[in-house]
C-alpha cells in the first residue's frame, strides 16, 4: 500500500519557523520527484516547492522563495519542508506529493495531476 504521511504542522507565531516532514512508503521514493502543495481555507490549491529525485535540483514559488527550504533523505525515505519567517498567509493544509514527471517540467496543483498524494498537515501562523 502506498502511502505519505505527513506531519509537522501547528500553530505556530508570525516570524516562527517550522519543519514539516513527509513519511513514504510503498513506492521506490528514490525514482520519484517529490512536491508539496498548500491550500487556505477559501482558495485553490498552490504549488509550493518541488525536488528532483536526487535531490540535486529544487524550485519554489516565488512566495516562498528565500524563506522555505526543500530537502528529502532518499535513505530514509521523507521528504522535508523548512519553512521560516513564517507569515499569517502562510497559513495552509500542506500536502505532498509524488510523481515521476520531472518537477522542472510543470507546476502541478491538483491531486489528480501527482502519482500519490498525501492526507495533508496543517499549518497556522498567527499571534
Known amino acids: 500500500e502506498v502511502q505519505l504521511v505527513e506531519s509537522g504542522g501547528g500553530l505556530v507565531q508570525p516570524g516562527g519557523s517550522r519543519r514539516l516532514s513527509c513519511a513514504a512508503s510503498?513506492?521506490?521514493?528514490?525514482?520519484?520527484?517529490m512536491s508539496w502543495v498548500r491550500q487556505a481555507p477559501g482558495k485553490g490549491p498552490e504549488w509550493v516547492s518541488a525536488?528532483?529525485?536526487?535531490?540535486?535540483?529544487?524550485y519554489y514559488a516565488d512566495s516562498v522563495k528565500g524563506r522555505f527550504t526543500i530537502s528529502r533523505g532518499n535513505a530514509k525515505n521523507t521528504v522535508y519542508l523548512q519553512m521560516n519567517s513564517l507569515e499569517p498567509e502562510d497559513t495552509a493544509v500542506y500536502y505532498c506529493?509524488?510523481?515521476?514527471?520531472?518537477?522542472?517540467?510543470?507546476?502541478?496543483?491538483?491531486?489528480?495531476?501527482?502519482?500519490?498524494w498525501g492526507q495533508g498537515t496543517q499549518v497556522t501562523v498567527s499571534s
Open positions: 525536488i528532483n529525485w536526487s535531490g540535486g535540483s529544487t
Open positions: 506529493a509524488a510523481d515521476r514527471t520531472p518537477a522542472r517540467l510543470r507546476i502541478a496543483v491538483t491531486r489528480r495531476e501527482y502519482d500519490y
Open positions: 510503498g513506492f521506490t521514493f528514490g525514482t520519484y520527484d
